[in-house]
């Protein structure tokens, strides 16, 4: 359904860890992105982010 989403609201976070599930891979260049906070916590950080696809209402 991923191609078919208008507004993207995602926390990305900057670690790697090995899980069984993921979020697909989608091109950042449809999307305009806002970030809504930045956030470090047990030494990982995360943003809050939302992504709204460019030429939808």
């Given amino acids: 359904m991923l191609p078919y989403a208008d507004k993207l609201i995602l926390t990305e976070i900057d670690d790697s860890k090995l899980a069984d599930c ?8 449809d999307f ?8 470090m916590e047990q030494g990982v950080s995360y943003k809050h982010l939302v992504y709204t696809r460019k030429g939808s209402n």
């Fill in 22 to 29: 993921y979020f697909p891979e989608f091109s950042q260049n």
């Fill in 32 to 39: 305009d992105r806002v970030e809504l906070g930045s956030y």
